[in-house]
């Protein structure tokens, strides 16, 4: 059983910058793909991005490609999301996700673990 803990969030101005952090406990973490989703008031949960167990491959949405940035040390079970350029429609509870695969996926469903989520408002 994996749990995962965000941190990170927070309130910024639009053009700015924050760093989600997703720490895992309770497994390999290195036998985990890792995601970031997010959802916003009234809207479905959507994917972020997406990171291969070994952090070699990578994935994101349309609407994050270019400003957001997945990473992750397998060496202190935390996977990252570095996210700039922000913009107010970034507005979100975002998630992380781990998936029992070496590869990841982009559907919420194919993910077993989640973490609680952790606020992240952008201001205009």
């Known amino acids: 059983q994996v749990q995962l803990v965000e941190s990170g969030g927070g309130l910024v101005q639009a053009g700015g910058s924050l760093r989600l952090s997703c720490v895992a406990s309770g497994g390999t973490f290195s036998n985990y793909a890792m995601g970031w989703f997010r959802q916003a008031p009234g809207k479905e949960r959507e994917f972020v991005a997406a990171?291969?167990?070994?952090?070699?491959?990578?994935r994101y949405a349309d609407s994050v490609k270019g400003r957001f940035t997945i990473s992750r040390d397998n060496a202190k079970n935390t996977v990252y999301l570095q996210m700039n350029s922000l913009k107010p429609e970034d507005t979100a509870v975002y998630y992380c996700?781990?998936?029992?695969?070496?590869?990841?996926?982009?559907?919420?469903?194919?993910?077993?673990?989640w973490g609680q989520g952790t606020q992240v408002t952008v201001s205009t």
């Open positions: 996700a781990a998936v029992s695969t070496g590869s990841y996926y982009l559907e919420a469903a194919h993910y077993a673990y």
């Open positions: 990171i291969s167990w070994s952090g070699g491959n990578t």
